[in-house]
């Protein structure tokens, strides 16, 4: 058979390419807009974030943000849950709200000539939600199920036992975003009306609109519904949030002992830069791509193909609202979790001058050409927009990031490596791994403690 | 609203289909090439052979070293993965324009020359990747193998779709590498072979390119297919249950479909949507909101080629509730959808569902790529692309309520059952 061309074809470089810029504006109420007019992108994607931390829920009813939004289209004084779902659902639009580290967050996704009645059924809940006894009390159950769901997933009870271990007892952080079994089952509707009274109201707020819709268009809809929202009365002005500190001893192991488990599940970090660094977040990007980015990174290619330990592992540098930390999450197979753990921490502590010039260039050169096509579709800008509009970055942060990762110098990544090389790291292993506990103290990072799953 | 998205294909000499649909709105390409070879060509005591071979074509070909695919992409600005599932094999990459040819040379390479780097070493390091994979997607969640339970009791002993793609472990590891060279012999060859490409691209200039690197693959006899005979509705309730330590109780229901890209099938999946997939569906009606039954539920349809389709439904049952109760409520409304059919409300929010979730869709390019080698691949008809949201319009309330008597009886239903107890699964707790 003719093999066909054997010599590898060129490749045209990319031209240049920047995230778009919104025309925006504020409302009377003082909400912010920001709207992306996108060609070819039918369905709309609205995000609306309130700049509410964490640290406003009263300790005892954590997780009253998460339900408040679980709770927010369950019923308002006009129209009963299973009327504002028929409303909803008629029009296909997709309503959903969470709560996060950010603060809370309201989606829309919705075709085009429904943007109008998803923005007004929007702002009536913003407005109007009355949580209903018997609507919280069920949502109350269902987040129970899904602490226990979260919980029982190895990687989740991973998450759970590293942020105990890793920040300050005192700080929010320190805590489930969502609440723990105690505090969720304490919140009552009267807790959530209580807290939306506070929080919930447009002043701060930001909304983000991405689409094929004319500015003009977007103006007036947003101007008839979110614009008239009003705050009501008695509503204060939101608290900081926590710093997100480190606890004392946070340098140290912990196993969580899961009796049976065929793989063990790691969780490790350290403390990293965060988003605002002077050196530019494009430079931490890098090295997390370089490291662990991608099947072809550091870790995997040791981990995974060179030993077949693991399906995958992800390492980088993960940026919080302020700061941020350095990430690693994986499984590993059970009986290797030791040598798999090993020779993670010598991938991940690699010397500056190890890092190559030619793996530098093609993580910069991976993460500066795909921006486009990562950046394309409504609801990928929309994230990203309220995202930086939430943690106060300026709207060409993803452009000057880009330049940034463009134009480094492989001299500059390795210096940035070795002032913020992770070190001192809180690990968590989740797994059947009892009678391994003096290998890994061995390894002399830190005491090792046991806690049961259970706990 | 209608859709008209520009498509335009060809078949090469050699068999091969290339269909494209041509979008500047960004300077990329999306390569979504399908293979027809999934879980349900293998033979007995050969399974997770072709998701196997997903993670083979990776690890280098005869011109490309090992890691030299992923890299190659990457340096240029592209993401790429690979899927696999029942009916097909799935490789995939979006790349700036300039980077189009060097996609299609590596696929070249790789669909037409893998042979050579598929080396002892090779193939054993891979195993062990699968096998990290299975244990972390499977064996070490609750309920990790509830899908694959599930499978087994809808499709019979022996029946392509009875098995998981991941496959059998001991297979994986009796598999010899003269074996797994025929498999790629056998399956990867033009006429089993659909290559997509959506985006910055002129389609003239594409086929050109494909030409150029897949004119000259040589034809290859197709396979003998796998048997596809339609399967009648399950009667026996077949029922499996786990006594285990999960975090809540669960049920997962499963119900034998039509084949895929019918009327009926059409039918059936909208009556699952009806009945348990949107807020407004009366199991949700009826389970999570009036009578506090349940935390959760679903249901969707999964078409496939083989004879038959997957229908699902999944109910998270509330705590301190008996699931047998569950079940009873759950059998009454399938019995009730069976003889009314859907509501008014039911049917207009599966509508307006579907729209957006197909606008969102095909929105995007790699969807799109997707969508486009699915049609042309499994039913020789990729404008279905345009034309879905309009087979969903024309869908009466009649044939819903037909498509469910038919299908969706509860004598019909398949269960897997997951209990409190104190088996060897996992349940954790903070």
Redesign the interface.
Same mark, same amino acid.
């Given at each position: 058979m003719t093999p066909g061309p054997v010599t590898v074809p060129d490749v045209a470089p990319p031209g240049p390419w920047s995230f778009p810029l919104p025309v925006s504006w504020q409302e009377d109420n003082g909400l912010t807009v920001h709207h992306y007019r996108i060609p070819g992108q039918h369905v709309l994607a609205c995000r609306l974030g309130l700049p509410v931390p964490l640290s406003a829920e009263p300790e005892d009813r954590e997780g009253v943000a998460l339900l408040l939004t679980r709770c927010l289209d369950e019923g308002t004084t006009r129209r009963s849950a299973e009327d504002l779902a028929e409303e909803l659902e008629r029009r296909g639009i997709a309503l959903g709200a969470g709560a996060g580290e950010r603060g809370i967050v309201a989606s829309l996704d919705v075709v085009g000539h429904h943007l109008g009645d998803a923005l007004a059924l929007l702002t009536e809940c913003l407005a109007e939600a009355s949580y209903p006894e018997p609507e919280v009390a069920r949502q109350v159950r269902t987040r129970l199920a899904d602490i226990a769901h979260e919980l029982a997933d190895p990687a989740g009870r991973a998450a759970r036992e590293f942020q105990r271990t890793y920040f300050h007892p005192a700080d929010r952080a320190s805590r489930p975003a969502g609440g723990s079994r105690e505090t969720v089952a304490a919140v009552t509707p009267a807790a959530v009306r209580d807290f939306h009274a506070q929080v919930v109201h447009p002043r701060g707020a930001v909304l983000v609109v991405a689409g094929d819709l004319p500015a003009e268009e977007v103006r007036d809809l947003v101007g008839t519904t979110l614009g008239r929202w009003q705050a009501p009365a008695g509503a204060a002005e939101r608290p900081q949030p926590d710093p997100g500190r480190r606890a004392e001893d946070a340098a140290r192991i912990v196993v969580v002992d899961r009796p049976d488990s065929v793989q063990a599940q790691l969780h490790l970090g350290a403390p990293g830069p965060g988003r605002d660094h002077p050196l530019g977040w494009g430079t931490f990007q890098v090295l997390s791509f370089a490291l662990g980015g991608s099947p072809t990174a550091r870790v995997d290619r040791v981990l995974r193909e060179e030993r077949g330990y693991t399906y995958g592992i992800r390492a980088g540098f993960r940026p919080r609202r302020r700061g941020g930390q350095f990430l690693a999450t994986g499984a590993v197979r059970g009986d290797a979790a030791v040598p798999a753990l090993e020779e993670l921490l010598s991938v991940l502590e690699v010397e500056p001058e190890e890092l190559t010039q030619e793996e530098l260039r093609h993580s910069a050169d991976f993460l500066a050409r795909t921006a486009p096509g990562r950046y394309a579709t409504a609801d990928v800008v929309a994230d990203e927009a309220l995202g930086l509009a939430m943690e106060e970055l300026p709207l060409d942060f993803v452009t000057r990031t880009v330049e940034r990762v463009r134009s480094l110098e492989a001299e500059d990544a390795r210096r940035a490596w070795a002032a913020h090389r992770p070190g001192d790291w809180t690990m968590v292993l989740v797994g059947d791994l009892t009678d391994r506990v003096d290998e890994l103290a061995a390894l002399g990072r830190g005491p090792v403690q046991v806690v049961p799953v259970g706990q | 609203?209608p859709l008209s998205y520009p498509i335009r294909s060809r078949t090469l000499d050699n068999g091969l289909r290339v269909v494209v649909s041509e979008?500047h709105?960004?300077?990329?390409v999306t390569v979504n090439i399908w293979v027809d070879v999934g879980s349900r060509h293998e033979q007995a005591g050969a399974t997770g052979l072709a998701h196997l071979f997903e993670h083979l074509m990776?690890q280098g070909s005869?011109?490309v070293a090992?890691?030299e695919h992923?890299?190659?992409i990457?340096?240029?600005?592209?993401?790429l993965n690979a899927t696999t599932w029942f009916d097909r094999t799935a490789y995939f990459a979006?790349?700036?324009?300039?980077?189009l *040819?060097?996609v299609?040379?590596l696929e070249?390479d790789r669909h037409?020359?893998l042979l050579p780097a598929v080396t002892q070493a090779n193939l054993?390091?891979q195993?062990? @990747?699968v096998?990290?994979?299975k244990?972390?997607?499977y064996?070490?969640?609750?309920y990790g193998t509830a899908v694959t339970d599930l499978i087994g009791l809808v499709f019979p002993e022996g029946h392509p779709y009875h098995h998981p793609t991941i496959g059998s472990m001991a297979d994986l590891d009796a598999a010899t590498l003269p074996q797994v060279h025929a498999f790629y012999r056998r399956h990867y060859h033009p006429g089993a072979t659909v290559i997509g490409i959506v985006g910055d691209v002129d389609p003239e200039q594409a086929f050109t390119l494909v030409e150029?690197?897949?004119?000259?693959?040589?034809p290859a006899a197709r396979a003998v297919p796998p048997p596809a005979e339609p399967l009648p509705p399950l009667a026996d309730r077949p029922r499996e249950e786990h006594s285990e330590r999960?975090?809540?109780e669960r049920l997962y229901v499963g119900f034998r479909l039509p084949v895929a890209h019918t009327p009926e099938f059409t039918a059936a999946s909208v009556a699952l949507d009806a009945l348990g997939g949107?807020?407004?569906s009366r199991l949700h009606?009826t389970l @999570?909101?009036r009578r !506090?039954l349940a935390?959760?539920c679903s249901a969707a349809a999964m078409g496939l080629v083989g004879g038959s389709s997957l229908g699902f439904v999944g109910v998270?049952v509330?705590?301190g509730v008996n699931p047998d109760e569950v079940e009873e409520v759950l059998d009454e409304e399938l019995a009730r959808f069976a003889d009314e059919g859907p509501t008014e409300?039911e049917l207009?929010?599966s509508?307006? !569902?579907? *729209?957006?979730s197909w606008? *969102?869709a095909t929105?995007?390019?790699e969807e799109r790529a997707d969508l486009l080698s699915h049609f042309t691949l499994l039913h020789d008809d990729p404008h279905y692309l345009n034309q879905h949201l309009d087979d969903i319009a024309a869908v009466r309330p009649a044939d819903v309520r037909r498509a469910a008597a038919h299908w969706l009886r509860p004598e019909q239903r398949a269960t897997v059952a997951y209990r409190h107890g104190v088996g060897?699964g996992?349940?954790?707790?903070?």
């Open positions: - | 609203m979008d709105l960004v300077p990329t990776f005869e011109n090992e890691g992923f890299s190659r990457m340096s240029a600005g592209g993401q979006t790349v700036p324009t300039g980077a *040819e060097l299609l040379w070249a037409r020359r054993d390091n195993r062990d @990747v096998k990290e994979e244990r972390q997607r064996d070490n969640q609750p150029r690197h897949f004119g000259d693959w040589e999960v975090p809540t949107l807020t407004v009606r @999570v909101r !506090d935390t959760g998270d509330a705590e409300l207009a929010a509508l307006a !569902d579907t *729209e957006r606008l *969102e929105g995007a390019q060897p996992q349940e954790g707790a903070a």
